[in-house]
């Protein structure tokens, strides 16, 4: 019995490797189509004879139930099986990147990239928990959350590079249908290489919690994107963020009262993880606001045509690769929270160099040396902000320790765009007076950069004041405690 047992476990030990390719490829699809239409938008709207507040939906309605569903789906992968619910999650976004592939009408693009956010919403979290419990020691688990950090953030980059390489020279159906053979490959192979896990104790899903924390997320993320398109004063976004509040606070008080909470709140105190999430949600409104502006700033000022625009990110990916490849060796030399500090620092400085990027500047000298700065310190960054963030985690509760981190990127996201895009429109328009569109456009991109960096460098204060002394996550006292 004892050498069945050992030869069982020596088998799964051996399948992590091919199981984490595996993983780490679905998380590169997911994260690569939260922006992979941006440099596509201007053909689906002349394809599809969308309107401009229409058009904006192709970007939000994924945003929406990707960011809005994590919470849910996160719990239910502990309670059902990650496994499931991940290859569940994976079938729907396949299905869903089908018909937004073969749609001809813009309803049907709005409802598959919906459907495509709510399959990415089930996939993406079961994945890290699989990832978590795979590999469970501290330095394997650091090198394993590098790889999978690092192939995210080159998913974001991606998704630009490869949406204006396809939309320039084939079609824009084609960024969506590429996601077929990665989904149909993870559906066979992985049930053959990861065992199913789910929570010990059989518990019931808390259904009141589940409405309330979904629909406190889905009405924060739309009021957020209303704000960006609309203003603050707006009803239609300010309507949406009073609910939001009022949900999150009824989401609060039903959770202190339950016995089987969705998210139980020593979960969310736990200070080695709260940290850590607090400090992603301003890195990620840091780096997707960055991703936007500096898009738009190549292609409107700097006058980069959408293919060119995309490939003016591969040294991003680059940055990010060798971040990535640092920051599990700091992690277990260093420790954690020093790797951190340096990381949001890197990307801070970078963040400084972009902002005083002008027109009449070359790419070799003006763009590339803050990209490069900014993204090494992006790869840095991910993987600990992920070891950190799923400290202490276990079989009962990895799915949800994973929604919790990938809300706040999502959420972080949302905010970033909505806030410092306005902030960059407001200061652009209140210069354009003068006559110099370059100028007032350089001014507004300027002024919300900056802002990024000064949210990065709040991020590293933050850590450096609030983290732990802890070589690792694992190692901090905190962790070591167990949890009510």
């Known amino acids: 019995m004892t050498s069945l047992t050992t030869a069982a476990t020596a088998k799964a030990v051996g399948r992590r490797g091919p199981a984490l390719v595996v993983l780490c490829f679905v998380q590169f699809m997911l994260v690569l189509d939260d922006n992979v239409v941006s440099v596509a938008l201007p053909t689906l709207r002349d394809d599809l004879g969308f309107s401009t507040a229409g058009l904006a939906w192709v970007v939000n309605a994924y945003f929406l139930a990707f960011g809005g569903l994590l919470l849910l789906f996160g719990r239910m992968a502990d309670l059902l099986g990650r496994r499931r619910v991940f290859l569940t999650g994976v079938a729907l976004f396949g299905t869903a990147s089908l018909v937004c592939g073969l749609a001809q009408e813009p309803w049907q693009l709005v409802g598959g990239r919906f459907v495509q956010g709510a399959g990415a919403a089930m996939a993406s979290p079961a994945a890290l928990a699989l990832i978590a419990l795979l590999f469970p020691g501290t330095e394997e688990r650091a090198k394993a959350f590098g ?17 204006g390489a396809l939309t320039g020279l084939a079609s824009w159906r084609w960024i969506f249908l590429i996601n077929l053979p990665v989904a149909l490959a993870a559906l066979v192979l ?11 104790r059989a518990v019931r899903l808390d259904v009141p919690g589940a409405v309330l924390g979904t629909g406190a997320l889905v009405a924060l993320v739309y009021g957020l994107l209303r704000a960006g398109e609309t203003g603050w004063g707006d009803t239609t976004a300010v309507g949406p963020l009073v609910l939001a509040v009022f949900l999150a606070v009824a989401f609060l008080v039903v959770e202190s009262r339950t016995a089987e909470p969705l998210v139980p709140l020593s979960f ?34 700097l006058g980069y045509r959408p293919l060119a625009a995309g490939l003016a990110y591969l040294p991003y990916g680059g940055g990010i690769l060798a971040g990535m490849w640092l920051s599990s060796r700091a992690v277990i030399r260093l420790g954690m929270r020093p790797t951190l500090v340096i990381g949001f620092l890197a990307s801070a400085a970078g963040l400084l160099l972009l902002s005083g990027v002008a027109p009449s500047d070359g790419y070799a000298s003006g763009v590339l040396p803050g990209m490069l700065l900014t993204s090494l310190g992006c790869g840095l960054s991910l993987p600990a902000l992920t070891v950190a963030a799923l ?4 079989e009962e ?35 354009a007076a003068d ?18 960096a000064v949210l990065l460098a709040l991020g590293a204060v933050l850590i450096a004041a609030l983290l732990g002394s802890g070589r690792s996550g694992d190692s901090c006292p905190e962790a070591r405690r167990p949890r009510g």
């Open 147 to 163: 790889l999978w950090g690092g192939i995210a953030g080159l998913g974001g980059t991606a998704g630009l590079v490869i949406s």
């Open 190 to 200: 992985l049930p053959r290489l990861v065992p199913e896990s789910r929570a010990e």
């Open 397 to 431: 509760d990895a799915g949800l320790g994973s929604a919790v981190l990938s809300s706040g990127q999502q959420v972080g996201g949302a905010v970033g765009v909505a806030v410092l895009v306005a902030l960059a429109t407001r200061r652009s328009e209140a210069l």
């Open 435 to 452: 006559g110099d569109a370059a100028h007032a456009a350089t001014e507004g991109f300027s002024l919300a950069l900056t802002v990024t």
């Open 268 to 301: 969310l105190s736990f200070r080695f993880r709260a940290v850590a999430n607090g400090a992603t949600l301003l890195f990620s409104a840091a780096m997707y606001a960055m991703a936007f502006l500096m898009m738009l700033h190549l292609q409107t000022v």
């Open 391 to 394: 400290t202490g985690t276990t």
